[in-house]
């Protein structure tokens, strides 16, 4: 249930929303929620989207799915629409309700099934085209998030299938986001983490230890073995087992299963997106099961290394593990593992090397010009070209000058409408409550008169601001029930109204009322003659 203080902040940032969209030269227009399921076989993600696509039949046993998204209804529409490169470019958009049966629904609005997204899509003659419209939509993003008043960089991110660098993600800095996002505070570098690269290190030093085995009883991790042998992490090499399966096209069962061993430095991540991107893991890969583990290496997880590898497991070291020498690694054998360890001499070199881990703050930036550092960011938006993946797959085609048909380059831009609640509130807050930037603020301003129900004139000055400030266009409540002060003004800290004026006998008798921001600790004292004024300043400042 959107309840009514939500509703009024959705409305607000909808409309910020539609506006920009407008000025960019977006039209509106509003595709169905329920959606014929043979569109979504056309380009197979009907099949492809798993049960995060909830799949619904009607009375007559046809099947139909709940947009999470409208790629395809809005590419059947271009594919009716628009026939000639006069037509050419287009951007279409629409809000409305998405549904994703996600695996972890979680923190209400930020990752519910049911949700709101304004999801907009752009069609072009040709690729120059498209990043055209690409550039338009990125910058009525920046303007919608300055908009709306809260602290966001936009960052790349993968592209996945794709490819090209054209995709980028709107984030909402907040500590509880989850995203780690990297940037460069010395240059504009900012990507997320899934993307930033790690740069290769410097060259491998000498190796000066002699290879040898070291008994690790129950030392499994790679901080534990460490700590035993009294060595920093960094000298350490875990190894992630994964594997990735070969399917029957036509009925999907597994007919073969290629086992994978991933090196990465004791005390650095794996990178999922990036371990995608090797050579033989693109068609997809899953984490290899214990089973899996033991049979390939006659040995449980935690004792595994690069040692002595039977030729059925591919190697793949990230780069900071190519380069190291004298390292620690599991021997394959529980309880063991081997230290003074090197490359070209106790094994092979290694056959695969990738940028396959996170980077961590205070590596160099990519771009050269400086050191990185890592915030968490809440995803509100992301713009994304799309090529021609569903005008092909759906025969989207133009008609050129020369009547020839071409296919339609897409690009789409999502906003997580009701997410922006979400994060706007995990951004700023205090012990006391929400503090709503003002532009989406449920409402501009409280009147909050002590002793409404029973002092006349305290009645009659409030009345008349309200209507006032009404009269003036401001957002203004009210609050008109009689609560006694402190139980009053804890409720509009809680709900996060931006500016709040009192009024009370006792300031009406030196012609006074109150006037204080949500984020101020104490009132300021204004003429009450004036109080409508001094409330329209002060929104004014916060709007420019
Ligand atoms: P995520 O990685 O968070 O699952 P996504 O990549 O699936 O997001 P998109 O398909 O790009 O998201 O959707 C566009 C926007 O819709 C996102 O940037 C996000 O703001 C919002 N969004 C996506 N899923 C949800 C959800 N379950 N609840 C609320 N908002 C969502
Ligand atoms: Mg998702």
Redesign the pocket.
């Known amino acids: 249930n959107y309840m009514p203080m939500g509703l009024r902040v959705i409305r607000k940032v909808e409309a910020i929303i539609r506006e920009e969209m407008n000025r960019a030269g977006a039209v509106e227009l509003l595709m169905p929620v329920v959606q014929p399921a043979e569109l979504w076989q056309e380009t197979g993600r009907f099949q492809q989207m798993g049960p995060e696509l909830l799949r619904v039949k009607d009375r007559h046993d046809r099947s139909f799915i709940i947009q999470p998204?409208s790629e395809e209804v809005i590419t059947d529409i271009a594919r009716q629409e628009l026939r000639s490169y006069k037509q050419l470019p287009r951007n279409f958009y629409h809000i409305q309700t998405k549904f994703?049966d996600?695996r972890r629904?979680r923190f209400g609005?930020?990752?519910?099934?049911e949700?709101t997204?304004k999801d907009a899509y752009s069609f072009d003659r040709d690729r120059e085209g498209a990043a055209r419209s690409y550039d338009a939509m990125f910058a009525a993003y920046k303007r919608i998030f300055d908009r709306f008043g809260l602290q966001y960089r936009a960052v790349a991110a993968d592209t996945g299938a794709i490819g090209g660098d054209l995709s980028h993600?709107f984030q909402v800095i907040a500590d509880t986001g989850?995203d780690a996002i990297v940037y460069c505070p010395q240059s504009e570098y900012a990507a997320n983490i899934e993307l930033a690269e790690a740069l290769p290190p410097g060259a491998r030093p000498e190796a000066r230890e002699a290879m040898s085995k070291v008994a690790t009883p129950d030392r499994s991790t790679c901080a534990d073995v460490a700590a035993l042998l009294g060595i920093p992490l960094q000298r350490t090499v875990k190894s992630l087992v994964l594997a990735s399966d070969e399917k029957d096209p036509t009925t999907g069962d597994i007919v073969s299963t290629q086992v994978w061993m991933l090196l990465v430095r004791g005390d650095h991540e794996l990178n999922e997106v990036k371990a995608g991107k090797v050579p033989g893991l693109a068609g997809g890969w899953r984490f290899a099961t214990v089973a899996e583990i033991e049979s390939h290496f006659g040995c449980k997880p935690g004792y595994l290394g690069p040692i002595d590898m039977a030729g059925s497991v591919k190697v793949v070291a990230d780069r900071t593990v190519a380069a190291m020498s004298d390292f620690v690694c599991g021997a394959n054998e529980a309880d063991f593992h081997l230290a003074g360890v090197n490359w070209g001499r106790d094994l092979p070199e290694p056959e695969l090397v990738a940028d396959i881990r996170n980077v961590l703050a205070g590596e160099p930036s990519p771009d050269g010009k400086g050191t990185l550092a890592i915030q968490r960011g809440i995803?509100?938006?992301?713009v994304f070209y799309l090529g021609t993946k569903y005008s092909s797959a759906m025969n989207a085609t133009y008609l050129d000058e020369s009547g020839k048909p071409q296919l339609m380059e897409m690009g789409c831009y999502?906003?997580?409408v009701?997410?922006i609640l979400g994060a706007a509130i995990e951004q700023n807050h205090d012990e006391r409550g929400i503090i709503w930037p003002t532009a989406i603020a449920p409402f501009e301003v409280v009147v909050c008169p002590i002793g409404y129900d029973r002092s006349a004139e305290v009645r009659a000055a409030a009345d008349a601001l309200h209507e006032q400030l009404l009269a003036g266009g401001i957002d203004v409540v009210l609050d008109d029930r009689g609560e006694r002060p402190g139980a009053m003004f804890a409720d509009w800290e809680l709900i996060g109204v931006p500016l709040r004026v009192v009024i009370s006998d006792r300031g009406l008798k030196a012609g006074t009322a109150e006037l204080q921001g949500r984020r101020e600790a104490q009132a300021g004292t204004i003429v009450v003659s004036e109080a409508a004024d001094r409330v329209k300043e002060r929104l004014a400042a916060a709007r420019a």
């Open positions: 998204t994703r996600e629904p609005v930020m990752r519910g099934r949700f997204m993600e989850e995803e509100v938006g992301h999502g906003i997580g009701t997410r």
